[in-house]
DNA sequence: TGAAACTTTCAGAAATATTTGAACGTTAGA
DNA sequence: TCTAACGTTCAAATATTTCTGAAAGTTTCA
């Protein structure tokens, strides 16, 4: 396959990727293009490459920085600003993890959490309640403490971890 | 809390929670009420306490049984069908792995190997970008490799894996 | 067979999310 | 200080997703 071709081709298929994570069409398209690119770019770089309006690229970058997989970068001599994505993949599924982490998974056991002290009338209701709710607690628990282990650990303990598998 | 409160809650929680993950809030709430209900549901039942529209609910049961997390039940002398959602946390979150790795990261780990025969001139961009859709093809097979494994495996090795972390 | 009791479908309406572009703000250097 | 070259914001336009409700389809049983 032709590398422009391929390039489009891992682009569209981030974007729809994105979708299904709950994550925009053109913030994960522009995060492929800074994964791909070999140079830093800047807003107008990507504007065009994706044909973008300004105000989108603008904000999807600063959505991208938030989650903290692209960062700003000033080149000595130029005005604008240049942005980057990291390439390595495995800092890369470290942060997202993290950021998952902290936006989807603890907000919910929040939530879990302040249910437990629930009281009335129906004892069985009650009763069948209170199971679920501490259930999905203790097992959100536990994939939110693998998870922060994961998103501090390095390669090495990954691969020990797989072996054991 | 009153039951009745935390039931509210965790339903509108539960909705909440699947918006993030890109799953309609409509089908989330659905979900949260039959885990949450003592007794097998009929449409009727789910249209009168979550206010919605016959076909927003015929709908989302369709999908959550396509999702494999609610069953249909037929009750002996009675026409109609009722729908109830399996209380166990456990299968819940193997089921959820199992189908989200089938939609998700299957079809991404597809488009990875299909990018691996990338030629053209530049070597430089050439060699950049296989290099990462191969660690990203590496990443994605151990994780999918790792979930296929969970979504098989009980919870005594759940638990022991837990131990190991 | 007919009709009541359901379920399913789907076109259009409503709600939500995304995108645009032009106005506004900021900064560096002349 | 002024202005060119940028970055930022946000109201309105557009696109997408979800929801509704009525019509059509199906099943059961008298």
Known sequence: MEYSEAKDKFI??????GSNWGINKAMAQ???LLLVATEPMSAEDIME????SRGNVNM??????DW??????????????????????WELAK??????RRREIEPIIQVLGELQD???????????????TSDLYDLS?????????????????????????
Chains 1, 2 share one sequence.
């Open 60 to 65: 999807n970058l600063r959505a991208l920085m």
């Open 30 to 32: 522009i995060h492929a």
């Open 49 to 52: 490459e994706l044909q973008m």
């Open 118 to 132: 629930v009281t009335g009338d129906n004892k069985k209701s009650v009763a069948e309640f209170k199971k679920l």
């Open 95 to 100: 942060q997202v993890s993290r950021e998952r």
């Open 12 to 17: 569209k298929a981030w974007g729809t990727l």
């Open 141 to 165: 628990s536990k994939v939110d403490g693998m998870i922060e282990k994961f998103s501090k650990s390095d390669q090495t303990w990954f691969y020990k971890l797989l072996m054991k598998i």
């Open 68 to 89: 903290g997989i692209v960062k700003k970068e000033h080149k000595v001599g130029e005005r604008k600003e240049f942005f980057t994505a990291g390439k390595d993949v």
